[in-house]
């Protein structure tokens, strides 16, 4: 089992903050929650993206995703992923003003839960 998060962060307004991980098993599983609060909707929009995409993505090109939350205050993660690299990427980019603070708990188990 490999924490992908912090359990608590901020990201701030007009940002997307991630972390890199990489899966050396032939698969697994990325699965939890998280919960964002601040500003007017108490959202975030969290993604996971092979190391690729993430790139594409953070520049602002359109990318292929595994996982997206979507602008949500609460939501849970649970996405199989095969073996490769992968970014989780919690994108704040749509508010101009408030920061997020997020907590969050979110795992990756070789060979699945």
């Known amino acids: 089992m490999m924490k992908l998060t912090p359990e608590e962060f901020v990201v701030k307004a007009g940002v997307a903050r991630y972390w890199k991980f990489q899966v050396t098993d032939e698969t ?5 929650s998280f919960r964002a609060s601040g500003g007017a909707h108490n ?3 969290v993604l ?3 190391s690729d995409e993430c790139e594409n ?7 292929n995703v595994v996982y997206d939350s979507g602008q949500k205050t609460v939501g849970k993660i649970d996405v199989r992923l095969n073996r490769g690299g ?3 990427i919690f994108d704040n980019r749509n508010s101009i003003v ?9 795992i990756f188990v070789a060979g699945g839960i």
């Open 28 to 32: 697994g599983v990325a699965a939890g």
């Open 86 to 88: 992968y970014c989780i």
């Open 57 to 63: 993505y953070l520049n602002g090109n359109r990318a």
């Open 98 to 106: 408030s920061a997020k603070e997020v907590a969050a708990h979110i």
């Open 43 to 45: 959202d975030i929009r």
């Open 48 to 50: 996971i993206t092979d």
